[in-house]
């Protein structure tokens, strides 16, 4: 498997927070399928590891993430059918689907513009804090491509189908301020606090009660694909599974004892 150079994705851990940083500012933080890689395996690892609680990603420069950059693909020639769809597949929808299926909250600390499937990337996570000046772009219509990287299902479940659509249809640039209004975004702050932001929230995640919060992002996620009757019953195998959690005990214990809690993430 390719390797990214270290410098491009730069890992950190601190106060059980993962930050994985996408550091190709140059090129506006495009993703290499080497990085995508790097990212997938940071978001693994953080999933099996009980010194991880939260993971942050963002990235260096002025863009968050451009898209995905094609250079260094395979060599041209005549395309087999099939050989697209094998590599979205393989490529943009593994690297969404490592955010959505992370056991970890994740949290996007978007510090410029997200386009294509950078725009996903950031729509994939579980809260999204954005810079004053970042913008989130469905560029593949200027393109002359379908949205990919799940766009076409990330985003009507955050703004709705016909906002879908629209933003789909033109691919207008959508400002940080406008991106809150319409839900894609949970906060907006100066440039020169999203850091700041981004840590206040990832290390109040990290202090929960972590199966607790894995359990229901999973619940959250799959309500908006199951019906009533499969939500309920997955909330109370949730419930059922998470009360034999040391934090789930804790948190009885310290309502009791008229305390607060303190989490050990597990």
Not at 51 to 71: H, I, M, N, P, Q
Not at 141 to 159: C, I, N, T
Request: glycine letters at 10%; one cysteine or more; proline letters at 5%.
């Amino acid at each position: 498997m390719i390797g990214a150079p270290e410098d491009d994705v730069l890992h950190r851990t601190e106060n059980n927070v993962s930050w994985i940083t996408l550091n190709r500012p140059d090129a506006m933080n495009a993703v290499t399928r080497a990085q995508r890689e790097r990212v997938i395996t940071l978001l693994t690892d953080a999933s099996a590891d009980p010194a991880v609680r939260a993971v942050v990603l963002t990235a260096t420069g002025k863009g968050f993430c451009a898209g995905a950059d094609l250079r260094g693909g395979p060599a041209g020639g005549d395309r087999v059918a099939g050989d697209v769809a094998r590599m979205i597949r393989l490529g943009a929808q593994r690297l969404i689907t490592a955010v959505l299926d992370c056991e970890k909250p994740v949290l996007a600390a978007v510090n410029g513009t997200a386009a294509g499937i950078g725009s996903h990337l950031a729509l994939a996570c579980d809260l999204v804090i954005a810079a004053e000046g970042a913008r989130f772009i469905e560029v593949f219509v200027r393109r002359g491509l379908v949205p990919d990287g799940g766009g076409a299902y990330l985003l009507p479940r955050l703004v709705g189908p016909q906002k879908a659509k629209e933003l789909m249809f033109f691919g207008d640039a959508v400002p940080a301020a406008e991106a809150a209004r319409l839900g894609l975004v949970n906060k907006v702050v100066p440039a020169e606090e999203l850091q700041a932001a981004a840590r206040e929230w990832a290390e109040r995640l990290a202090q929960g009660p972590t199966r607790a919060l894995a359990m229901t992002k999973q619940l959250v996620n799959a309500s908006l694909d199951g019906d009533r009757a499969a939500a309920l019953a997955a909330e109370a195998t949730a419930q059922e599974i998470n009360m034999t959690t040391a934090d789930a005990n804790e948190g009885v214990a310290g309502f009791v004892e008229r305390r607060t809690p303190k989490y050990l993430g597990r």
